[in-house]
Every structure is written in structure tokens, then in C-alpha cells.
């Protein structure tokens, strides 16, 4: 089955910039998007079709996909930043999310 | 807006079946397929399956298949989740969700299934 590795954790100081990385087998054959959570609430998707930015999501957020990785970048990255990040993509067998990355603002 | 609100949380047995619901709003339901994702505390976000409001047709992970059957009302823009034959592993919050294309957007507010004896 299809799988997609997240580091589990980033650590970030406010104002610079927040690299998570998702990887897997020809990863930009596919779409990826991204998710953040935030503790006690539902995922919120911040990056869609690799590179777009849903409504309301600051410019800060960005995407790309490539080979086997896609990167979700932070810039500028502020307090309020600070959850846990997926990925996901769509294969054969349906939806897989990568397993997570929490990335704290320090 | 766009809206999904799901139903309150329950409490199971082993060996029981659980129904969790996800009620639409501020679009057309039969437009955008329903998705169910699962989390268990502190773990990541797990697929469970989707489903076409329009057709009723469905897609299952293969480790629910013969476990999950998912659901609709269409007089009520309403999807249904029902995983049977529960057990321990199996509490979690279960989430619904849309979205016009290979992503979700948005979720409703999770469903917290515990399963105890």
C-alpha cells in the first residue's frame, strides 16, 4: 500500500521559516495537500492541488511538489502557527495522510 | 457557508454498532462526495471511506471493508457512518468531510466513539 513519511516534529523560531517535508514513491505524479490541527480541533486544509491557497489562509503558507517529496513552507512563521501538520494524497486504493508533523514555535 | 455537523458522542460496548451522522449545509449535497476520516488519541488522521451523495455509491479503505457501510438522506443533506462489530481500537473521533476536488474542505466538528465494556 501507499505510503507518505512526515519528519514527527519542527521546530521553528517566530519570524523565520518552517520547512515539513512528505515524501513517497513518485509523490509528484500525484496531487498533495495539506492540513493543520490544532489541538482539540478539526483539521483545516491549508494547501490544496500541490500549491493553492483555500480562502482565509494567509500568504505565509505555501506548496510545492516534486519527485517523491512535497513541501509545505511556513514564512514568517507566527505563534499562532504552531499544530500538527499532514499531508495527504490520493492513490489506488483511496486517501493516505502521511503521519503527522508537529511543529513548534520557539 | 459551507457546514457539516455531526451527531453527539457515544458510548459502546464491544461487539456493537455505532451510527454517526453528518448533516450539510450552505450547498447542494448531492454535488460533493462525503468522506469519513477516523483519529485516535494523540494519532494521526486515518481514512475510512467515501460516498456519493448523488449516487449513493461508496469506496471503503480495505481495512474496514465488511466493517463500515456509509450512507445518505437526501431529503435532509444528511451522510451516515456505521461501523459494526466495534471494539477497544476502535475509539477514536470520526470526522466527515467534503470538497469539490482531491482534498476536504471543510470537516465537521468530529464525533468522539468510545468503545468500552
Known amino acids: 500500500s501507499y505510503e507518505l513519511t512526515q519528519p514527527p516534529s519542527v521546530s521553528v523560531s517566530p519570524g523565520q521559516t518552517a520547512s515539513i517535508t512528505c515524501s513517497g514513491d513518485?509523490?509528484?505524479?500525484?496531487?498533495a495537500c495539506w492540513y493543520q490541527q490544532k489541538p482539540g480541533q478539526s483539521p483545516v486544509l491549508v494547501i490544496y492541488?500541490?500549491?493553492k491557497r483555500p480562502s482565509g489562509i494567509p500568504e505565509r503558507f505555501s506548496g510545492s511538489n516534486s519527485g517523491n517529496t512535497a513541501t509545505l513552507t511556513i514564512s514568517g512563521t507566527q505563534a499562532m502557527d504552531e499544530a500538527d501538520y499532514y499531508c495527504?494524497?490520493?492513490?489506488?486504493?483511496?486517501?493516505?495522510f502521511g503521519g503527522g508533523t508537529k511543529l513548534t514555535v520557539l | 457557508q459551507v457546514q457539516l455537523v455531526q451527531s453527539g458522542a457515544e458510548v459502546k460496548k464491544p461487539g456493537a454498532s455505532v451510527k454517526v451522522s453528518c448533516k450539510a449545509s450552505?450547498?447542494?449535497?448531492?454535488?460533493?462526495?462525503i468522506n469519513w476520516v477516523r483519529q485516535a488519541t494523540g494519532q494521526g488522521l486515518e481514512w475510512m471511506g467515501w460516498?456519493?451523495?448523488?449516487?449513493?455509491?461508496?469506496g471503503y479503505a480495505q481495512k474496514f471493508q465488511g466493517r463500515v457501510t456509509m450512507t445518505r438522506n437526501t431529503s435532509i443533506s444528511t451522510a451516515y457512518m456505521e461501523l459494526s462489530s466495534l471494539r477497544s481500537e476502535d475509539t477514536a473521533v470520526y470526522y466527515c468531510?467534503?470538497?469539490?476536488?482531491?482534498?476536504?474542505?471543510?470537516w465537521g466538528q468530529g464525533t468522539l466513539v468510545t468503545v468500552s465494556s
Open positions: 468531510a467534503t470538497g469539490s476536488g482531491n482534498w476536504f474542505d471543510p
Open positions: 450552505g450547498y447542494t449535497f448531492t454535488s460533493y462526495d
Open positions: 460516498m456519493n451523495p448523488n449516487s449513493g455509491n461508496t
Open positions: 513518485k509523490l509528484g505524479d500525484k496531487y
Open positions: 492541488q500541490d500549491s
Open positions: 495527504q494524497a490520493w492513490d489506488s486504493g483511496g486517501v493516505v
